[in-house]
Structure formats: C-alpha cells, structure tokens
C-alpha cells in the first residue's frame, strides 16, 4: 500500500515533532479511507517511534467503519502489548478508550500517563467515571 500525499505530509511533521500541525490536521483527515486504512494496517506497525503515535493518533480521532472494527481494535490491543515507545503506547491506549475499548491495559497505560498528557488520560478516565 503506497501512501498518499496527506500521509506522507503527516509523517514528515511526525518525524519533526510537529505535533501542533498534525493536531490540527488530523480532524481533518482523519475519515480518509486512505489515511484511516494507512493507520491501521501500517502506520501504528511502523519502525519509527513518531509514525506509530501519528497511526495510533489517526485512530483515535477516526470513525472505525463496522466492517473493520474488530480488526482496528485487534491490531490496536495487539501493538500496545508490546508498545515501548511511551507516547505511542499512550496514543494507542487513548484510540482504543475513544471507541470504547477498555481492557485492563487500557486502563493502566492511561492511569500512567507521562505528566504531559495527564490531562488528555484524565479526560478518558472521566469518561469512563475513573479519577
């Protein structure tokens, strides 16, 4: 699967720690079959730390089509077993709690978040009636 344009832009902000732009860009993007599709099947599976948060990133922010939920939420509780990166570990975590996905895991990884992303985990675990 080659990557479009809008994937290949986000990448590039992702690998410059961009994340302001990929923030605004996301919502925006986010529902392209091409870029949830690129997410999913390759992006959150990538060698680079940043394009595995800029997979799980999309995801969280996407609507997850019926006919590929189970798959999305199969890679996404797959990858974030064995996540080591801690913000894509934690976008991951955050892509499975916006679609209602809540394992233990999910729960952990966002009870643990890194001190610059506590707000955003605690938004999740309001949600989920979890302080």
């Known amino acids: 699967m080659l990557e479009n344009a809008i994937v290949r832009e986000l990448i590039a ?8 732009s990929i923030d605004q860009k996301i919502p925006v993007v986010c529902n392209d079959d091409e870029v949830r599709n690129w997410a999913y099947f390759q992006g959150i599976f990538s060698k680079t730390d940043n394009v595995r948060d800029l997979g799980a990133s999309i995801l969280e922010k996407a609507e997850w089509p019926k006919q590929y939920y189970d798959t999305i939420k199969h ?21 499975l709690a916006a679609h209602d996905e809540w394992t233990d895991q999910v729960l952990e990884v966002l009870k643990t978040a890194p001190d610059d992303v506590k707000e955003i985990a605690g938004k999740y675990l309001k949600k989920r009636d979890i302080q």
Do not use: N, P, Q, V
Not at 13 to 20: H, I, N, R, S, V
Not at 79 to 89: D, I, N, R
């Open 13 to 20: 902000l992702a690998e410059k720690e961009d994340w302001d």
């Open 75 to 95: 890679y996404l509780i797959g990858t974030l077993s064995t996540e080591k990166h801690k913000f894509a570990k934690f976008r991951m975590a955050c892509a």
